[in-house]
């Protein structure tokens, strides 16, 4: 069975401030992906970060990182500076790697952050 | 412009009329999925397709069908909706199968009375 776990129902955070949103999972497969994505009040889903399970480095875009513990199963989203615009609902999701897994995409059920000025 | 357009945005339907919501890309995507968003539950499958012609269930399929006769259209249908299947409906896309990023559509916001 594939599950992604988000513990955090709501963050706060103080702009400027560093947050670690958590994320763990539960897979079979050897190999998969992980993701991160936003999803402002907007409503629309932005795709962040991606994390495949035989990258050895921690993946990184901007402000953003991945803290990606294997052994751990966890694959917790690192947002450096917060800033206003980034309070938004955070959603972790995994893409198995074995035919048909490889197919289907799993969330989580997500982490509301909010920054505070 | 790489998009995923899904229509309509807002829909309120009474309880066992069909409805359509339409989606479509215009990045030559091989995979589309529709999921649904509940309080609490996050995303969640419904069903997805690996290309023209080939689809499959998804976590959640129940009273929803799907096709795929072209490779930028994924059409879901609810034939004959209920209270039940009032949520938040995303289209997404991507690449193939290990692409490392999915483009999701706008939503669509569903109500079904």
């Known amino acids: 069975a594939q599950k992604i776990t988000q513990t955090q129902p709501g963050m706060f955070v103080q702009e400027k401030e560093a947050v670690t949103l958590d994320c763990t999972y539960d897979?079979?497969?050897?190999?998969?992906?992980l993701f991160w994505y936003k999803q402002p009040s907007s409503g629309e889903m932005i795709f962040l970060i991606y994390?495949?399970?035989?990258?050895?480095q921690n993946a990184t875009e901007g402000r953003y990182s991945l803290n990606f513990q294997k052994a751990r199963k966890s694959a917790n989203l690192v947002i450096s500076a917060s800033q206003l615009g980034d309070s938004a609902m955070y959603f972790c999701?995994?893409?198995?790697?074995?035919?048909?897994?490889?197919?289907?995409?799993?969330f989580g059920t997500g982490t509301s952050l909010t920054v505070i000025p | 412009e790489a998009q995923v357009t899904q229509n309509p945005r807002y829909l309120i339907t009474v309880t066992g009329k069909k409805l359509t919501v339409t989606c479509s890309q215009n990045?030559?995507?091989?995979?589309m999925s529709w999921y649904r968003q509940d309080p609490g539950l996050g995303l969640r499958q419904i069903y997805y397709?690996?290309?023209?012609?080939?689809?499959d269930k998804g976590d959640v399929p129940e009273g929803y069908k799907v096709s795929r006769k072209e490779k930028r259209n994924f059409p879901l249908i609810l034939e004959s909706p209920s209270p039940n299947q009032t949520s938040l409906y995303f289209c997404?896309?991507?690449?193939?199968?290990?692409?490392?990023?999915?483009?999701f559509g706008q939503g669509t916001r569903l109500t079904v009375v």
């Open positions: 994390q495949g399970s035989y990258d050895e």
């Open positions: 997404a896309s991507r690449m193939d199968r290990v692409s490392t990023e999915a483009f």
């Open positions: 999701a995994m893409r198995g790697g074995n035919i048909p897994g490889g197919n289907q995409f799993y």
């Open positions: 397709s690996m290309n023209v012609e080939v689809t």
């Open positions: 990045m030559n995507h091989e995979y």
């Open positions: 897979t079979s497969d050897q190999s998969y992906g």
